[in-house]
């Protein structure tokens, strides 16, 4: 919280510019009324405005309100195609490790099966290599590609 005491109220006060005349305070700002003191009629109360503030940045109420509402907008934006882009990545691996098990359930020897890196996601398409023992006992390494069909399936589309 800040020690500031409250701003006097709205009326007339010594111009802080202009000793000579009385310059119109509303309650927040000064505004551009002026007159001659000999004019005003009331006499200023002994509480005097702020003079106005040079340079630096000032902050009041709702401007505050309004520079922290857009911050925190353009960070929930941000944080929702971050969530979005991850969420795609996981649907990619999730696919991925999909079609893995796909593979390994049409190897000779699954449990043999060492795939080569992980495999590469482009649009619906997946490929990579696996490394499995064949029919006789020798491990050779085979490509595939299988086809996200939908986001609970995939299909082997060639494993050579």
Known sequence: MSDTPPPPPAGWYPDPQDSSQSRYWDGANWT?????KEGAGASAPAATPPAPAKGGIGCGGIGCLGIIAVVVIIFLVSMGSNSSERDAENQEGLAAIACQNVVRDNLRSPSTADFVGFPEVNGSIITGQVDAQNGFGATVRSSFQCTI?????VRLDFLE
């Open 32 to 36: 551009d009324l002026r007159d001659p």
């Open 149 to 153: 069909v939908s986001p609970e399936r």
